[in-house]
Structures are given as structure tokens and as C-alpha cells.
């Protein structure tokens, strides 16, 4: 890629569905929901028979709006559905129900922040309201494509999800972090959407879709290249391989003086490569036009400032904040990042917990029992009340680290609150000095040898009778107070 | 007097009055179908007569039977739109117009034949309402096609303003001018089942939220009404006289009118034809022999060939041209040229109406014109659908008014009627 950068500059673009986690459909009554018995979440209008109209979701505008928002652009005062034609057994209507001119949300930007910290603006062109498409699933297929199938089967439960696609407009000046700017716009455009609650965002379950389109120019030109769209890259990982791939290919093929074909193209993961797909050129006639079954959507500012008021922070701000709150190195904080525990040690320390606590344990007992058990550190039942539970009954010595690590482990089994298992599995440490000076002055009466040791001033044999003392207590004595006892005891 | 003669509100008093019972009625007009209909739903309508007959209805219109046009979809009746892409095909849902018929206990005595998606002047409702087959029918009304036929077979159609009653159920010829229109031999049969059709409904997007009163009758003393003066080029001597007479009525009955001339209609038809094109051709997309109708597979056939061998044998010619003519509408290049200045023309003929209605309270032009081949209708019941306003088409008159005035239509409606009383009988 360095060497096809001495040449070229690279211009990308991106496409981004998001669907929508609305209880319905974008259209109908039917059910939003992923994984159900196929043709179970499905209306009359969603198969498209005769006499069947739309209904509008009014919570997939106020999402709409929100993502428009969220990406500081201006909402439509007035947008229209409008119907994009083509025949295509995923679509029951054979036309998508989408936005033309306007859409609800345009002219807007986001400012991603590549892994050096550095900040990279993306100018947003469009976020419009659409439907999603049917499953269609190849019987007979080589790989399950329909070259060589015999059949298809087609599933509507996903017909009419409500998506928002955003388009972004022509990236020029990434230069060698195209890559790195493509996985962190997408990931970036997760973190909103997730913040936001408008969708689940789990990109393999392809809630998440992103096109990346990749144009070549020779360094110094105004005119782009013709550009490739690779379709669904449906991971952060595979948008930056694939973006990559795709800007060592095009050089190769400028280089050697061929052109670029206007096409689609797919990812495919096994090769780490581009796949040419179907030819595409601008002239595709979708023949859009004003959906008449569905009247305009009309915003004004008391509702958009309803909906402002309700987004939570940009989650770019929000990270540089908390680091700045939390003091942590930036080492440890991309580690928390990744870790995907931010939220948890923000809530934390919200509840009482200090920063380094906080990061202690999700960082490092929870994550490792989470990371044995398959599941992620949030799931594993942990709250972050528990954390701070465990953080006092440490403070006041009702329990020592050691202990503290397995209680995490009681409370990922199920066994209750922290308080409760300490009680019920007797693991208070032992501080009744009576019970502890019994078992010093055992430890002392098996031990005569080093007693006087001690005695005669070799300090550090004070820890061979602590063992003996810990092992009488199971562990639960206060090693401190014991040593405390032995050395009044010799004094 | 046979039953059949009577009108659908005398057929209610004889009921009321216990003179005859919905089973003798239901029975009388079955006893007389004809060809005008494509289904009789004989048993179905004869058990909800017996059921009106055992008391278990109260509404005043309960056990007066009625026929449905075949756009209109139904769960117990196959729907076919007078399409053999649809032959045989019965819906799962019903449409809202007929649930509101069975829920105040109306008996459907059957669907009756229609151009094919409801697309031309052919009407096997009109028909059988005027040959006493039925007092009154559920039609669409799309650019004009109910009120002409009711001026060709002599009886009334009251398009109401769009969005008064549902089209949830209505196969969708064109989306934006479609509207569920009551036709009867009487003015007052007509307005009977548009109240029973008209309100809100959640199932259709563009259904107005509007408390309708349909029910006042003051007559037309004090109403101004815009007329033509002149006798239009495509308006018969017959046509014109008819008119006319229609309008001497109204000004004994102390209307007031001005001569009204709307310069953009001259625009409509064509305007009418290439929106009505564009949005049917998007409408017949969904007609593709995958989920519904009748699929024709050819040997080795990829999806694609399944689709046009379903379109090509399920269509008619007419069908077929007005969907290449509505694809080419909105293609590249055609969109800018013809179907965005059809849009202006259209919002041209609405804010002309809205004008005139500042100093007229209706229109009345001839209902009747010489062009009226296919669809495409007198050029004033077209700009009332290309504007969506309230409108009748009655013994010669065709009547509009400002949208919501559809209580109006009907009193002007009433008064024009009774120049030609018996005629439609």
C-alpha cells in the first residue's frame, strides 16, 4: 500500500445501514425482531398483496431524527417517502420504501479519532429513513449463491425493518490511514448508534451494514477516480482489510495501465480480498417518486428540540472527558476501551468506587472470570454496586483481596450480593483479637525454634508463624493484626 | 310492487316496519343476478339476512343487501380485479370498507365485474344497481371512472373527498386519485352507505381525522354555484340538455350561479393519464407471480423469467400498455419532462379550485362528455380526483365541492335528481 500511495491519492466514501431496534416495522405491525421462525414476523403488507397500505412508525422517525442529530445535521423541515422501483424477490412491493430529496437529516459531520488520539472529520451528506429487504437463501448453490442454485427460499421477517442509511460525503486527504479511518468511522458510527439506543448495533448480526466505496487519483488531481463499492463489510476489521485490499488492487491496475470498472464488489473473509460483483453505474434507474400512499413527514423545532434534548453525549467527547476525569494513562485507558468496560467503570464510580478501584476490578477479577466463562465482563453479573460492596467490606478488613476475588466469583455464580455471601460462606476475617491471640499462642508453642529466633532479633521468622496462624484461621485472619499480636507477645 | 323496485331507504322502512323481512330481500335480488356479477355470495348473504331478521343487528340500514365492485378484497369471496393474474385468488384480510358493511349487517350479495384494475368505464356494479340487482354498491372511483359510468347507466355516484373512507383493501390502481364511492339509483341511498363507509382508519395512511355530519338535508337556498354557460365542443346536444335542466332546478330551488371557467382543467386529462400511469405501474409491481395470483413457470426459468411470464400471461393489453407507459413516465430524462410538469398541472387544478371556492361554494359542469373512451372521463370529474375533492355525477350534473363539503354535494345532489325522477328506475 506505501508504495501505491506515493502515487495515488485515495478518496472513500461510505454507506452505513443501521437497522433500527423499533418494536415494529418500519411500514407495519409486524414485529421487529432477529433470529424468529422465517415468514413468523410478517404482515399482509409486508408480502405486498393487493390492497394493502403502509403505516408510518412514528418511533423510527424519532430515531431517524435522533441519528440525524447525533451526526450535527440539519432535519428536513419537510421530507417525503418515496418509492425506489426494482424487482427483486427480498422486496414484497418489488419498490423500497425510501427517501429521495430531502432526506429527513442532511449536511452534517463527525469527528473520528483515529488510534493516535488524532481527530478526522467526516462530512456526513444524508442519514435517510428506509425499509430493509428480505432474506433470500440459495438451495443447490455452490457456497449458497444462487449461481447453480436450483431454488431460492425467501424469509420477509427482516422486509420492512426500519433502517437508517447514511451517506457519507467523498473522504480526500486519509492518505495511508484510509484504513484506520475506515474501521474507526465505522466503529465511531456504532458508538453513536448504540449511545443513542436507536439500534442493538451488533454487526454480526447485521445491524450494522457499511459499503465502502475506494477511488484512486493521481496525486495532485481534482478529478476523482472511478470508484469501486465493496458491499456489507460487516466488521470494523474487515472495512480497514477491505479498504486496504481494494487501494493495492486499483493501484495495480493503474499502474499497469488499465481501468477501473464501476462495480460492486463483496468482501470475502476467506481471501482477504475483493470479489468484482455486478457492474453499477450512475445511470441505474430506480425511478423514484413521491410514495402517494404516505404523506409528508412535516418536523418543527418544538419536536427536534425534544429529541436534542434527549441525546446523550458524543461518545468521542465523552471518552476524552472521562479520561481526563479518571487520570488514567493512555495506555489504560484504550485497554478499558477495548475491554468494552467503559460504561461499567463509569457507572462505578458513579456509585461511590474510585477510578483505580473501579478499573482494578473490571479490568482484572471480572474480566478474567468472564473471559473463562465466554461471556462478556457486563454479562457475567457483577453490578457495579457489588464492586463498591466489596471495596468497603475490603476497607473496613471485614474481607482481604484474596478473599474479595472470590467472592466476584460467588456473585458470578449466582449466590447474591456481596454482604450476603460473606455471611452465609463465613468469610469475615478473623479480627477478634481473643480468637486470633489463641491461635498465636499456639503457632508459638509448636513453634519454639522460632520464637527464639525472633527473639533474638531475626524479624522476618515473624512470618513463619503467621502461616501457621492463617492456616488455623482458613485464611480468613488480618495478617497485619497477627503479626501485631506476635510481636506484642515476644516484646 | 316487487322488492327490488324499491329504494335502499324504503327497503330499510319496509324492514322496520315489519312489511318484509332481509331474507325476502336478499332473496329477491339474488333471484334476479346477472353477468354484472363475476361471484354470488348466496349462503353467506342469506345467513347474515337471517341473522339482521333474528334482531342480532340494530343498525337502520341492517339486512338491505348491497354489491361490492371486484377491486374491493374479501375473505370469503375470491377478488380478482378483472385480472386473470388474480383469478381465483382469495385474500387473507378483508377490507375495512367490509368489515364496517358486516358489522352493520348489510348483506353482500356478491362482487361484481370491472375493468381490469378497475382501469375503464366498464362497471358491472353501475349495471346491476341500475337493472335493480341491487339497490346499492362499493366501487373506486380512480380519475373520474364511477361518476362516468353513473352518467352513462343513469344512476348517482358520490365520490367522497379522498381520505373520507378507506382504501385499506382496495387494490391499488392509482394511490393518489383511488376513492371508495357509494352508487344508487338516489341521491339519499348514496349518502345512507357513504355513512356507513366514512371515518377514520388506522390501517390507511391517508384517511382524514374528521368528525363528518352528513346528516343535515336544508336544501340549497342561499348556496352559490359556479356553472358553464357556454355548450363545451365535446359536450352532446343531449348531454348539454340535460345539464341544463339539471341547472333550472337548482335555481328554483334558490340557488344562486355564476358563470366559473377553470383554465388549468384543460390540462387534466393529460395530467391524470401520465400520474395515473406512473403510480399504477409501481402498484402493479408487486404482481409477480412469487407470494400471490398465478404464477406461470417456463422450462429452466430463473426468477426473473418467472416474473415476466406471470406479467405477460396475467395481464391484459390495456394493463400492460398503461405500465410501460408509467414505467417510461418516471425513467430518467421522461420524470423531468412529462410526469414533475403533470405534478405542477395538478397542484395548478388544486389551487384553482381552492380559488373559485372563495367565491362559489360548488362547480357544476356536464357530467357527460364525448371523449369519454377508457378512463379517461369528463375532464371535470378528472380534476375533482386530480384534487381530491367531493363530487357526483348525477342525472347529466357533475357536481364538486371545496374538500370536507361532501354533505354539500349531496344537497345539490338531491335537488338535481328530482328533475328526472323515475329516470334511473
Given at each position: 500500500?506505501?508504495?501505491a500511495?506515493q502515487t495515488y491519492e485515495?478518496?472513500l466514501g461510505?454507506?452505513?445501514h443501521?437497522?433500527l431496534n423499533?418494536?415494529?416495522k418500519?411500514?407495519?405491525?409486524a414485529t421487529?425482531?432477529?433470529g424468529?421462525?422465517p415468514?413468523s414476523?410478517?404482515?399482509?403488507?409486508d408480502?405486498?398483496l393487493?390492497?394493502?397500505?403502509p403505516?408510518?412508525?412514528?418511533?423510527?422517525?424519532?430515531?431517524?431524527?435522533?441519528?440525524?442529530?447525533?451526526l450535527?445535521?440539519t432535519?428536513a423541515?419537510?421530507s417525503?417517502?418515496a418509492?425506489?422501483?426494482?424487482f427483486?424477490p427480498?422486496?414484497?412491493?418489488n419498490?423500497q420504501?425510501?427517501q429521495?430529496?430531502?432526506?429527513?437529516a442532511y449536511?452534517?459531520?463527525?469527528?473520528v479519532?483515529l488510534?493516535?488520539?488524532?481527530i478526522f472529520?467526516v462530512?456526513?451528506?444524508?442519514?435517510?429513513?428506509?425499509?430493509d429487504a428480505g432474506?433470500?437463501?440459495?438451495i443447490?448453490g455452490?457456497g449458497?449463491?444462487?449461481?447453480d442454485?436450483?431454488?431460492?427460499?425467501?424469509d420477509?421477517?427482516r422486509?420492512g425493518?426500519?433502517l437508517?442509511?447514511i451517506?457519507?460525503k467523498?473522504i480526500?486527504?486519509?492518505?495511508?490511514r484510509?484504513p484506520?479511518?475506515a474501521?474507526?468511522y465505522?466503529s465511531t458510527?456504532?458508538?453513536?448508534?448504540?449511545?443513542?439506543?436507536?439500534?442493538d448495533?451488533?454487526m454480526?448480526?447485521?445491524n450494522?451494514?457499511?459499503?465502502a466505496?475506494?477511488?484512486?487519483?493521481?496525486i495532485?488531481?481534482?478529478?476523482?477516480?472511478t470508484?469501486?463499492?465493496?458491499?456489507?463489510?460487516?466488521?470494523?476489521?474487515?472495512v480497514?482489510?477491505?479498504?486496504?485490499?481494494e487501494?493495492?488492487?486499483q493501484?495495480?491496475?493503474?499502474?499497469?495501465?488499465?481501468?477501473?470498472?464501476?462495480?460492486t464488489?463483496?468482501?470475502e473473509?476467506?481471501?482477504r480480498?475483493?470479489?468484482?460483483g455486478?457492474p453499477?453505474?450512475?445511470a441505474?434507474d430506480?425511478?423514484?417518486f413521491?410514495?402517494?400512499?404516505l404523506?409528508?413527514i412535516?418536523?418543527?423545532?418544538?419536536w427536534?428540540e425534544?429529541?436534542?434534548a434527549?441525546?446523550p453525549?458524543?461518545?468521542?467527547?465523552r471518552?476524552?472527558r472521562?479520561?481526563e476525569e479518571?487520570?488514567?494513562?493512555d495506555t489504560e485507558?484504550?485497554?478499558?476501551v477495548a475491554?468494552?468496560v467503559?460504561?461499567e467503570?463509569?457507572y462505578?464510580?458513579?456509585?461511590?468506587?474510585s477510578p483505580?478501584?473501579?478499573r482494578k476490578?473490571?479490568?482484572?477479577e471480572?474480566?478474567?472470570i468472564?473471559?473463562?466463562r465466554?461471556?462478556?465482563?457486563?454479562?457475567?453479573?457483577v453490578?457495579?454496586?457489588d464492586?463498591?460492596?466489596?471495596?468497603?467490606?475490603?476497607a473496613?478488613k471485614?474481607?482481604?483481596d484474596?478473599?474479595?476475588?472470590?467472592?466476584?466469583?460467588?456473585?458470578a455464580?449466582?449466590?447474591?450480593?456481596?454482604a450476603?455471601?460473606?455471611?452465609a460462606?463465613?468469610?469475615?476475617v478473623?479480627?477478634?483479637?481473643?480468637?486470633?491471640?489463641?491461635?498465636?499462642?499456639?503457632?508459638?508453642?509448636?513453634?519454639?525454634?522460632v520464637?527464639e529466633?525472633?527473639?533474638g532479633?531475626h524479624m522476618?521468622?515473624v512470618g513463619?508463624?503467621?502461616?501457621?496462624?492463617?492456616k488455623?484461621?482458613?485464611?480468613?485472619a488480618?495478617a497485619g493484626?497477627v503479626r501485631e499480636i506476635?510481636?506484642?507477645?515476644?516484646? | 310492487?316487487s322488492?327490488?323496485?324499491?329504494t335502499a331507504?324504503?327497503?330499510?322502512?319496509?324492514?322496520?316496519a315489519?312489511e318484509t323481512?332481509?331474507v325476502e330481500?336478499v332473496t329477491?335480488?339474488?333471484?334476479v343476478?346477472?353477468?354484472?356479477?363475476?361471484?354470488?355470495?348466496?349462503?353467506?348473504?342469506?345467513?347474515?339476512?337471517a341473522?339482521?331478521?333474528a334482531g342480532?343487528y340494530d343498525h337502520?340500514?341492517?339486512?338491505?343487501p348491497?354489491?361490492?365492485s371486484d377491486?374491493?378484497?374479501t375473505?370469503?369471496?375470491p377478488t380478482?380485479?378483472?385480472s386473470?393474474y388474480l383469478d381465483?385468488w382469495?385474500s387473507p384480510?378483508?377490507?375495512?370498507?367490509?368489515t364496517r358493511?358486516?358489522?352493520a349487517g348489510?348483506?353482500?350479495l356478491g362482487k361484481?365485474?370491472v375493468a381490469?384494475?378497475?382501469?375503464g368505464?366498464?362497471s358491472?356494479?353501475?349495471?346491476?344497481?341500475?337493472?335493480h340487482q341491487?339497490?346499492?354498491?362499493v366501487?373506486s372511483d380512480?380519475?373520474g371512472?364511477?361518476r362516468?359510468s353513473a352518467?352513462?347507466?343513469?344512476?348517482v355516484?358520490?365520490?367522497?373527498?379522498y381520505?373520507?373512507?378507506?382504501?385499506y383493501?382496495?387494490?391499488a390502481?392509482?394511490?393518489?386519485m383511488d376513492?371508495i364511492?357509494?352508487v344508487?339509483?338516489?341521491?339519499a341511498?348514496?349518502?345512507?352507505?357513504?355513512?356507513?363507509l366514512?371515518g377514520?382508519?388506522?390501517?390507511d395512511?391517508?384517511?382524514?381525522?374528521?368528525?363528518w355530519?352528513l346528516?343535515?338535508?336544508t336544501?340549497?337556498?342561499?348556496?352559490?354555484?359556479?356553472?358553464?354557460v357556454?355548450?363545451p365542443?365535446n359536450v352532446?346536444d343531449?348531454?348539454?340538455?340535460?345539464?341544463?335542466?339539471?341547472?333550472?332546478?337548482?335555481?328554483?330551488?334558490g340557488?344562486t350561479t355564476?358563470?366559473?371557467?377553470l383554465?388549468?382543467l384543460d390540462q387534466?386529462?393529460?395530467?391524470?393519464?401520465?400520474?395515473?400511469?406512473?403510480?399504477?405501474s409501481?402498484?402493479?409491481a408487486?404482481?409477480?407471480?412469487?407470494r400471490?395470483?398465478?404464477r406461470?413457470?417456463?422450462?429452466n426459468?430463473?426468477?426473473?423469467d418467472v416474473?415476466?411470464?406471470?406479467?405477460g400471461a396475467?395481464?391484459?393489453?390495456?394493463?400492460k400498455?398503461r405500465v410501460?407507459?408509467?414505467t417510461?413516465m418516471?425513467?430518467?430524462g421522461?420524470?423531468e419532462?412529462?410526469?414533475?410538469?403533470?405534478q405542477?398541472?395538478?397542484?395548478?387544478?388544486?389551487?384553482?379550485?381552492?380559488?373559485?371556492f372563495e367565491t362559489?361554494d360548488?362547480?357544476?359542469?356536464?357530467a357527460t362528455?364525448i371523449q369519454g373512451?377508457?378512463?379517461?372521463?369528463a375532464?371535470?370529474?378528472?380534476?375533482?380526483?386530480l384534487?381530491g375533492?367531493p363530487a357526483?355525477?348525477v342525472?347529466?350534473v357533475h357536481?364538486c365541492a371545496?374538500p370536507y363539503a361532501?354533505?354539500l354535494v349531496y344537497?345539490?345532489?338531491?335537488v338535481?335528481e328530482?328533475?328526472?325522477?323515475?329516470?334511473?328506475?
Amino acid at each position: 500500500m506505501k508504495k501505491a500511495l506515493q502515487t495515488y491519492e485515495v478518496v472513500l466514501g461510505f454507506e452505513v445501514h443501521v437497522e433500527l431496534n423499533t418494536e415494529t416495522k418500519m411500514f407495519s405491525t409486524a414485529t421487529n425482531a432477529f433470529g424468529d421462525q422465517p415468514n413468523s414476523n410478517v404482515t399482509a403488507g409486508d408480502l405486498g398483496l393487493p390492497g394493502t397500505l403502509p403505516t408510518i412508525n412514528a418511533v423510527g422517525i424519532d430515531y431517524g431524527i435522533k441519528l440525524g442529530l447525533a451526526l450535527n445535521c440539519t432535519i428536513a423541515p419537510e421530507s417525503r417517502f418515496a418509492r425506489k422501483q426494482y424487482f427483486y424477490p427480498d422486496l414484497g412491493k418489488n419498490y423500497q420504501t425510501s427517501q429521495e430529496e430531502p432526506a429527513i437529516a442532511y449536511d452534517g459531520w463527525v469527528d473520528v479519532e483515529l488510534d493516535d488520539g488524532e481527530i478526522f472529520r467526516v462530512e456526513i451528506e444524508r442519514a435517510h429513513i428506509e425499509e430493509d429487504a428480505g432474506k433470500l437463501t440459495h438451495i443447490g448453490g455452490a457456497g449458497g449463491r444462487i449461481h447453480d442454485s436450483s431454488s431460492s427460499l425467501v424469509d420477509y421477517n427482516r422486509a420492512g425493518v426500519p433502517l437508517v442509511e447514511i451517506v457519507s460525503k467523498p473522504i480526500v486527504g486519509a492518505g495511508g490511514r484510509a484504513p484506520e479511518l475506515a474501521r474507526a468511522y465505522l466503529s465511531t458510527i456504532r458508538d453513536i448508534v448504540k449511545a443513542l439506543g436507536v439500534s442493538d448495533a451488533r454487526m454480526e448480526r447485521g445491524n450494522i451494514r457499511c459499503d465502502a466505496n475506494v477511488s484512486l487519483m493521481p496525486i495532485g488531481a481534482t478529478e476523482f477516480g472511478t470508484r469501486t463499492e465493496t458491499k456489507n463489510v460487516n466488521s470494523t476489521r474487515a472495512v480497514a482489510a477491505a479498504v486496504e485490499s481494494e487501494i493495492i488492487r486499483q493501484a495495480k491496475v493503474l499502474d499497469s495501465g488499465g481501468t477501473i470498472t464501476q462495480e460492486t464488489r463483496h468482501w470475502e473473509e476467506e481471501s482477504r480480498s475483493t470479489r468484482s460483483g455486478r457492474p453499477k453505474s450512475d445511470a441505474d434507474d430506480y425511478r423514484y417518486f413521491p410514495d402517494p400512499d404516505l404523506g409528508p413527514i412535516v418536523t418543527d423545532a418544538a419536536w427536534i428540540e425534544r429529541l436534542r434534548a434527549d441525546l446523550p453525549e458524543n461518545p468521542v467527547q465523552r471518552r476524552r472527558r472521562l479520561r481526563e476525569e479518571w487520570q488514567f494513562s493512555d495506555t489504560e485507558f484504550r485497554d478499558v476501551v477495548a475491554a468494552g468496560v467503559l460504561d461499567e467503570i463509569e457507572y462505578t464510580i458513579t456509585a461511590g468506587a474510585s477510578p483505580e478501584a473501579a478499573r482494578k476490578w473490571w479490568m482484572g477479577e471480572i474480566a478474567r472470570i468472564a473471559n473463562e466463562r465466554g461471556v462478556s465482563p457486563e454479562a457475567l453479573g457483577v453490578t457495579p454496586a457489588d464492586v463498591v460492596e466489596i471495596e468497603k467490606l475490603i476497607a473496613d478488613k471485614t474481607i482481604n483481596d484474596k478473599i474479595a476475588r472470590q467472592v466476584v466469583g460467588h456473585i458470578a455464580d449466582g449466590e447474591g450480593r456481596p454482604a450476603d455471601i460473606v455471611a452465609a460462606r463465613s468469610l469475615a476475617v478473623v479480627s477478634d483479637d481473643g480468637a486470633l491471640t489463641a491461635a498465636v499462642e499456639e503457632a508459638m508453642a509448636a513453634n519454639p525454634d522460632v520464637v527464639e529466633r525472633i527473639q533474638g532479633g531475626h524479624m522476618q521468622a515473624v512470618g513463619a508463624l503467621i502461616g501457621p496462624v492463617m492456616k488455623a484461621t482458613k485464611g480468613q485472619a488480618d495478617a497485619g493484626r497477627v503479626r501485631e499480636i506476635i510481636l506484642e507477645k515476644i516484646g | 310492487m316487487s322488492l327490488t323496485q324499491l329504494t335502499a331507504t324504503e327497503m330499510a322502512e319496509k324492514l322496520r316496519a315489519g312489511e318484509t323481512t332481509a331474507v325476502e330481500l336478499v332473496t329477491a335480488h339474488l333471484d334476479v343476478a346477472s353477468e354484472a356479477f363475476v361471484h354470488v355470495n348466496r349462503e353467506d348473504a342469506l345467513a347474515v339476512a337471517a341473522d339482521v331478521d333474528a334482531g342480532k343487528y340494530d343498525h337502520p340500514l341492517a339486512g338491505v343487501p348491497v354489491v361490492l365492485s371486484d377491486v374491493i378484497v374479501t375473505t370469503e369471496m375470491p377478488t380478482a380485479a378483472g385480472s386473470a393474474y388474480l383469478d381465483g385468488w382469495v385474500s387473507p384480510y378483508e377490507a375495512t370498507v367490509v368489515t364496517r358493511l358486516r358489522e352493520a349487517g348489510l348483506p353482500i350479495l356478491g362482487k361484481t365485474r370491472v375493468a381490469e384494475f378497475g382501469m375503464g368505464n366498464d362497471s358491472g356494479a353501475h349495471e346491476a344497481v341500475a337493472k335493480h340487482q341491487a339497490p346499492f354498491a362499493v366501487v373506486s372511483d380512480t380519475a373520474g371512472t364511477a361518476r362516468h359510468s353513473a352518467a352513462e347507466t343513469g344512476v348517482v355516484a358520490v365520490k367522497p373527498t379522498y381520505g373520507a373512507i378507506s382504501r385499506y383493501g382496495l387494490v391499488a390502481a392509482v394511490s393518489s386519485m383511488d376513492t371508495i364511492t357509494p352508487v344508487a339509483r338516489t341521491t339519499a341511498d348514496a349518502k345512507a352507505l357513504h355513512e356507513i363507509l366514512v371515518g377514520a382508519d388506522q390501517l390507511d395512511p391517508t384517511s382524514l381525522h374528521h368528525e363528518w355530519d352528513l346528516a343535515t338535508d336544508t336544501g340549497v337556498d342561499g348556496v352559490t354555484l359556479g356553472i358553464t354557460v357556454t355548450q363545451p365542443d365535446n359536450v352532446s346536444d343531449d348531454a348539454w340538455s340535460a345539464y341544463q335542466h339539471g341547472v333550472r332546478a337548482l335555481h328554483d330551488a334558490g340557488i344562486t350561479t355564476m358563470e366559473v371557467t377553470l383554465e388549468s382543467l384543460d390540462q387534466a386529462r393529460q395530467a391524470a393519464h401520465i400520474i395515473g400511469a406512473a403510480e399504477f405501474s409501481a402498484n402493479l409491481a408487486k404482481f409477480d407471480g412469487i407470494r400471490f395470483g398465478n404464477r406461470v413457470t417456463p422450462a429452466n426459468a430463473t426468477v426473473q423469467d418467472v416474473i415476466t411470464a406471470s406479467r405477460g400471461a396475467g395481464f391484459g393489453y390495456a394493463t400492460k400498455r398503461r405500465v410501460m407507459l408509467g414505467t417510461q413516465m418516471l425513467s430518467t430524462g421522461t420524470i423531468e419532462s412529462h410526469f414533475r410538469p403533470a405534478q405542477r398541472v395538478r397542484t395548478a387544478i388544486i389551487n384553482d379550485h381552492h380559488t373559485a371556492f372563495e367565491t362559489v361554494d360548488a362547480l357544476a359542469v356536464p357530467a357527460t362528455t364525448i371523449q369519454g373512451k377508457e378512463y379517461e372521463s369528463a375532464t371535470a370529474g378528472v380534476g375533482a380526483s386530480l384534487a381530491g375533492l367531493p363530487a357526483a355525477s348525477v342525472a347529466g350534473v357533475h357536481i364538486c365541492a371545496p374538500p370536507y363539503a361532501d354533505e354539500l354535494v349531496y344537497r345539490i345532489s338531491a335537488v338535481v335528481e328530482q328533475t328526472t325522477a323515475g329516470a334511473a328506475s
